[in-house]
């Protein structure tokens, strides 16, 4: 009878911490994805600059990703690497703020 016990509690407190945990399981998958920089070197969502070689990143929020930025004709705009004809970025005022 003891053990039936023991056995009954340990499921009950297994099943809510389970459910006391589940709200923030969903956020931290969202905020680990995973990108990939023109050098092949990963990089996630705060990195402005590629650890590997130095190239500027941006955040696209239309397209939910992080991608490697070449300089555009103007000190203040930038290109995608890997799109150079889909037009001309600028960098949003949050870049220079600390999260």
Known sequence: MQ???EIAMYRFFEQLSSRITAPFVGESKRNSKVWQCTCG??????????????????YLP???????????????TWRLSDEPGAGLYRRCANLGTPA
């Open 41 to 58: 070197q990963s990089v996630f969502f705060p990195n402005t600059q590629c650890l590997a070689c130095s190239a500027a990143l941006g």
């Open 3 to 5: 053990g039936q016990r």
């Open 62 to 76: 239309e397209q939910g990703r992080v991608a490697t930025l070449e300089a555009g004709p103007e000190p203040t």
